[in-house]
């Protein structure tokens, strides 16, 4: 790894600040906070900072619907704080990555307001407004258009009606985006993560799209998803934001429906448009036909062979990353693992399975620890506006409430967003916290963990150490062994006369799975014998 891309043996650690520390007891996650926690991620040994959004916002998607770029919301600080809080990541020797969230703004961004306040205003083209709506339908249900009163059209938003999207057809868009980018460089961020990023280029006819049985709508997803400019887009914003800097940047774009082959584009160096993508395929396996809120089992067989894929995809040209959840997603755990019995252990499994594949890790605050997902107890305890907006379609085209619970309990939002779980009565905040803590904070907890051997968090930090010190872990090729075997997760890596090989059942009956060389790591203490539930084994030859 040449110096200019160190982002390919970092580990970035996702801070999601309402609900990481609070400082001032309002319930609320806060700069100050995170700031006061730098002590515990470095003794984790993550490299990198990724900031969920803390711009101005109305919040009405926790910060994804910022009304202004260059301002901390109130909530979460001020750019003093902010400065002090980059200051002191850097004098650490980590970097930080902020949230680029340009599809769309808020609704109160000037921009918009501008923009709705005459069909003559210069930003009336800065948004996507039409006379009539095509049949598309929004990521947060609904219809992705909002009509608007006073102006008499309708504008697109893909998320809520709060974040209208921006028209990046409209070059004084993108270079006022290109600006701002800029403007977070000079004040010494490390790089991007970009929101949506794949869905900037619409298809300029808005064509509806084929209709969703069931429902009023219409699937704009491949009129939207992989726009004919999106391409264009990125080069001409990586040229413009980061050309001529000495600095290197670590940038990822989040990017639903991704396929392995536009991956490759995307990520390939020299095309010049991003490091690596987040892709969607492994946490939409047990989505069923109609999407999230359908469950569906997941199958470790097509887990493995769609891991396998992208290692394989992105092994010659691109680069990948490595993710189990984020704020959106459910926990790893409760998800891929077993959160009761073998909770421990199956969370060091699974931190293991992603950690030694080839390509950068993200771990998700709280991850580190095994925490789990959270039962609401009723819709009154959702907060989350993607579950709420669910609950009232559902609801509306007759599911039961019963029935709308359970999938928000399965796969909603807030199951990722309760706070971190610092201590035994909790230890984020003095006041009463924006949503209430996973009662499990009395055993599943950092103060229980750090420092304590056989850990998830030990583990998770021996992880990281690992591919800090073994060139393989971080350049080696990837071949999956025994891919149609139900238990078993096992693979090998290569590189320059090394061979790791990564073997875990996902399970919990015993399961022989001999492997040569020196052990390496595990989560049991002697590796003997077959593999005992969620036991995850590492070995080495040289
Ligand atoms: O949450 C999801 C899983 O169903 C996705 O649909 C998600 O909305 C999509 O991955 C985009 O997510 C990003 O943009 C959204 C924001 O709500 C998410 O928090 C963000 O990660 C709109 O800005």
Redesign the pocket.
Known sequence: TSNAEWWRSAVVYQVYPRSFADSDGDGIGDLLGIRSRLDYLQNLDVDVIWLSPIYCSPQD??G?DISDYEAIDPVFGTLDDFDNLLADVHSRGMKLVMDL?V??TSDEHPWFVESASSRENPKRDWYVWRDQPNNWES?FSGSAWQWHDETEQHFLHL?SRK?PDLNWENGDVRQSIYAMMRWWLDRGVDGFRM??INLISKDPGLPNGKPIAGTPFGDGFPHFSYGPRVHEYLQEMNESVFGGRSGTYLTVG?M?GVTVEQAQRFTDPARGEVNMVFQ?EHVGLDHGPSG?WEARTLDLVELKESMAKWQQGLGDVGWNSLYWN????PRAVSRFGDDGEHREKSAQALGAILHLQRGTPFVYQGEELGMTNVHALSIDHVSDI?SLNFYQSALAAGTSQESAMASIQRIG?DNARTPMQWGPTGGFSDGEPWIALNPNTTVVNAAAQVGVEGSVFEFYRTLIALRHEVPAVVHGDFRLVEPLHPTLFAFERRFSGTLLTVAANFGTAPLSYPIAGEWLLGNYEQAEGPLRPWEVRIYRQD
């Open positions: 998607d926790n994804y969230v599809n769309h990521f998320f974040q929101d949506v989040e639903p969607f999230k984020n704020h959106d997603q993607e939002r």
